[in-house]
C-alpha cells in the first residue's frame, strides 16, 4: 500500500521537505533502494549509499541536506529508531489471515469470539474461552477451555495458550510459544541431595536414593495489556497462584519463565533468558540475551543486566549487572580486565615470593 | 470437584482436626481464599492471611493452633511440598480432552491404541504405532510411524513424538516437545578445524574450506516410565542406538539432549539445560537451570550443578558442582569471593613489587 | 531395504573383502548387531563387540584381519565418521510422507508446488508459495503467504515457514522450527537505560518510567542451499534487509537467531546458541553448545568457539575462543588454570604483605 510522504510525516510528527505528494510503498537500505522505495539514511555515514540506489525519497538525519543528495523528497527523524518504529507500523501488511473463522477449525460452541476476528485453519478453541474484539489467530494455534484474551489479540502459528489463562488487550504471540504448560515442580517423601546442599552450600552428609513426587499446577498465567511474547517461548503455570506477566513487557524467543514468577511491567527479557520458579522481577527490567534468574529471588526495579548475567541473589532496585555470578557491570569489568592479567599476576606473585624469601 | 477434609487428610497420610465432614473444591493461598477453598498457610509466617482470606479450612505447619486461627478443620502437613503433591494431585481436573477419537485426526489403521483413549483434533498418528490405555492426547499431537507408548500417557498440544521411539508408562508430556528429531552431526572430508583444536586446544596450523556432510540418525529415542518432558524440549534420535532417558527422570522446558546421550534414572534436568552428543549423566542427577554438559563425557549418579554449570570434563559420583568451568561448589565459591577482591588483590601486588623493589 | 556388501563398498568409495554378495539391511553396534545388520567396528576397541553380537559382516578400522574376527565380509573406513555419513544416508529410510497432497491439508491455489511433493495432513500453505520439486513436508507444517523453497526439501513436523521467506535447495528443516517470527526490536520515545549504559559501561544518571513502542520487522529470512535448522529453533526476520544464512550452514536445536543477523556459508551453530540482532557471523565459524554472540558485532571466518563462549566484542578470523567474556582459548585455559589457585594466590599475597610489612 502506498502512502505519501506528507502522510508519513505527518504519522510520525516529523518534518519534511520537497514533494510531499510523491509516494512510496516500502521502506529499504538507500543502496538497494528502488524508486517506489522509501530509502532509511538516519546517520551521513548512510549518505553514500543513496547514490548506488534509486530512491527519489529517504528518511534522513536531521539538517541533512536533501537536495544535495538528489532526493525529491525528505522525512527528518530527529530519533531515527523512533521514527523506524512508526514507520514499520505504517508499512507492516502484516499476516495474511482471512477474516472470519476457518471451516476446518474446531471452535467450541460455548466459546465467546469478539466482532472481527480472522481465524485460520486448524485452529483449536476451548470451552468458555472469550477473545475480545479483532482477534487475529493464525494457522495451529490452540486455546484451551477457560482462557479469556482481551481486544486486538494477534496470535501466529501453532502457539499453545493453556486452560484459563487470562491475558490482557493487544496481545501478540509468535509462533510456537507455549503459555501455560504445568510448572516444573517436584518433591522428595524425604529430604533430597538438593534441599541439603541449599543449606550447606555443597556438603552432602549421606546419598540416598530419591525419586520425584509431582505437584501438579493448580494455578494458571495472567497476562498484562500491549505485551509480546516470542518464538518458542515458554511461561509455566503457576502452583496456586498465576504466574504473572506485566503490562507492556516482551518477551523474545525462547524464554523461559518458570511456575510463580511475577515479571513487572514494561520489561524486556532478551532471546533465551531463563527465571527459575517463583521468583519476582520489578518493573523496566531490562535481561540481555542468555540471563538467568535463580528461583525464589527479587529482581528490583531498573534493573539492568548484560549479555549471559546469572542473577543468583535479590538485585536492589537501579542496579546494572553482568557476570556470572552477576555483580554491579562496572566491577565485573574491573574483574574481567584482572582476570585476562590474571596468569602474569600469579607469575608476579611467585617471583616475589623468591624475592622476599631471599631476602 | 469437592472433597471433604477426612478424604483429603486420608489421600494424604496426614492428621486433621476440627470438622472433617467440611467440604473443599480448590487450594488457594490464605490472603485470597474464599470459603470454598482450602488455605495453605504451611509456614507460621503464612499466619497472618488467614485472617484476610475466607476460608474455613486449611492446610497448616505441625502444631498450629487452628482454632486459635479462626478455622473450622485444619489438616497437618509435617513435609509441606509432598502434602501438596498430593493435594494438587487430587484437585487438578486436568486438561479437557473428549474421551474416543476426535473426527477431524488422523489415524493409520495399523496403529493399536489402547482403550480409553481420549485423542483431540488434528492429531496424527502413524503406521504400527502402539499406545497402551488410557492414553489423553491433546490437539495437533503427531506420534510418527512405529513409535510405543505405554499405559497412562499425558500428551499436550503440538508435542512430536519421532518415529520408532518407544516410551514407558505414566509419560508426561508438555506442549511443542520434539522427542525423536535428528541428531546434530556432521563430518568433514578431511579433518576439520575442530577436530584439530580439540587435539591442540586451541592452535591452529592451518585453515581451509570444509563443508559439512550429515551422518543420519539411524536409532531413535527409548524413554523409561514415569518421565515428563517440558514444553518446547528436544530430544535427538541417536546415530546407531537410541539415545535413552531413565524411568522417573524428569526434563524442563527448553532443554537440549543430544544424539546418543544416555541420561540415567530419577534426574531433574532443569530449564534450558543442554546435553551435547554422547554423554552419559547416572542416576539421580540434578542440573539446575541453563547447565550445559560436553559432548562424549561422563556425569556420575548423584551429581547436583548449581545454575548455569558448564560441565567440561567427566564429573565423579556425588559430586556437587558450580562454574564456568564446573569445579567443586564449595571451591567455586571460594573462587567467587576471591573474585570480587582480584582487582584489590592485583593493586596489592603492583604496591608490594614497588616495596621490594625498593628494598 | 537390502544391500550388498559391494554396493555399499561402491557408494562409499571404500576397499572391502568376502562375500560382497551378502546383504546387510541395518546398521548395529557389534554387541547388539543380529545376523542382518552390517556392524559399526571402527576402532580396535569395539572388536571385542563382535564376538558377542551374530554380524557376519562389519565396517572396520583399515587394516583389521577381519577373518580373525570370524566375520564373512568387511568394509574399511579409513575415515570412520565419513563413511558413517554415507552408509547412514544409504540405511535411512527417511520419514514415512505419503505421495501426493493430504486430504486434510489447507493448500491456497495460488501456491506453485514441484513435481514429486509429498505433503502430510493439516499442512497449510500461503498465497504465492513456490516450493522446488520433490518436496516432503510432514504433518503439521505451515509455510506462508509468497514464501519461497527449492528443491528437495524436507520439512518436518509442526514446522513454521514466516511470510516471504527464502531458502534454497535441499533444506531440511526439523520439527517445531520457526523461521520468521518478528524480531525483537523495542524503542522508548526518550533515551533508555539500556542505552546510557552502553555508552557509560555501568552508570546511570536518572531512571525514568519508559515503555515500549515496537519496531515492524519488513524484511524476511534468506536461507542459501543445503542448510539444515535443528529442531525448535529461531531465525528471526530482518527489519529492513533479510536475516541471512549462508549456504551449508547447519543449526543445531533451540538455537535463536535474531533480527538483521547475516550468518555465513558452512557453519555450524550447535545447541541452544543464541546471536543477537545485526551482528554478522563469517564462513565456516563453528559455535559450541549455548554460546552467544553479541549484538552489532563481528565474528570472523573460521572463528571456533568452545562450550557456552560469549561473544561480546568482534572477533578476527580464525580465532578460536573460549569464555565469559570470550578470549583466545588458550587464555581461557590459562586463566581457569589460575582460578582454581585464586584463593591460595590471595593468600599468598596476604602472606607477602605481612612479611614484607614487618621487614
Chains 1, 2, 3 share one sequence.
Not at 506528507?6 to 521502506?27: H, Q
Request: glycine share 14%.
Amino acid at each position: 500500500m502506498a502512502h505519501t510522504i506528507r502522510d508519513i510525516a505527518t504519522a510520525l510528527g516529523a518534518e519534511a521537505a520537497g514533494n510531499l505528494d510523491l509516494t512510496v510503498s516500502c521502506a529499504a537500505e538507500p543502496h538497494s533502494a528502488g524508486p517506489e522505495a522509501l530509502a532509511l539514511a538516519l546517520d551521513p555515514k548512510y549518505a553514500g549509499g543513496l547514490a548506488k540506489g534509486q530512491a527519489r525519497a529517504a528518511m534522513l538525519w536531521p539538517g541533512a541536506d536533501w537536495q544535495e543528495l538528489g532526493l525529491e523528497a525528505a522525512i527528518f527523524a530527529p530519533r531515527g529508531r523512533l521514527a523506524m518504529a512508526g514507520l514499520s507500523r505504517m508499512l507492516d501488511a502484516g499476516p495474511a489471515i482471512a477474516p472470519g473463522v476457518h471451516a476446518m477449525s474446531v471452535i467450541d460452541p460455548t466459546a465467546e469470539i469478539g466482532a472481527g476476528a480472522a481465524i485460520g485453519p486448524f485452529v483449536t478453541i476451548g470451552a468458555g474461552v472469550r477473545i475480545g474484539p479483532n482477534a487475529r489467530i493464525a494457522g495451529h494455534v490452540s486455546i484451551a477451555e477457560g482462557a479469556t484474551i482481551g481486544a486486538d489479540a494477534l496470535i501466529l502459528q501453532g502457539a499453545r495458550i493453556g486452560a484459563r489463562v487470562t491475558i490482557g488487550d493487544r496481545f501478540i504471540c509468535q509462533p510456537g510459544a507455549v503459555i501455560g504448560a504445568d510448572g516444573f515442580s517436584f518433591v522428595t517423601p524425604e529430604r533430597s541431595g538438593v534441599e541439603e546442599i541449599r543449606s550447606t552450600l555443597g556438603q552432602r552428609d549421606e546419598i540416598r536414593e530419591q525419586s520425584w513426587t509431582r505437584i501438579h499446577s493448580l494455578g494458571a498465567v495472567t497476562i498484562g495489556d500491549d505485551v509480546e511474547i516470542g518464538a518458542n517461548a515458554c511461561i509455566d503455570r503457576g502452583t496456586i497462584r498465576d504466574t504473572a506477566i506485566g503490562s507492556g513487557t516482551k518477551l523474545d524467543n525462547l524464554v523461559h519463565i518458570g511456575h510463580n514468577v511475577q515479571v513487572g511491567r514494561d520489561c524486556l527479557l532478551c532471546g533465551q533468558v531463563g527465571i527459575a520458579g517463583s521468583s519476582r522481577i520489578g518493573d523496566r527490567v531490562v535481561l540481555a540475551g542468555q540471563c538467568g534468574v535463580n528461583d525464589n529471588i527479587f529482581v528490583g526495579d531498573d534493573v539492568i543486566a548484560g549479555g549471559a548475567t546469572k542473577i543468583f541473589t535479590n538485585a536492589p532496585a537501579g542496579r546494572v549487572l553482568l557476570g556470572y555470578p552477576a555483580v554491579k557491570m562496572e566491577t565485573q569489568i574491573e574483574i574481567n580486565k584482572a582476570l585476562r592479567r590474571l596468569p602474569r599476576l600469579a607469575a608476579a606473585v611467585a617471583e616475589l615470593q623468591k624475592v622476599v624469601a631471599k631476602s
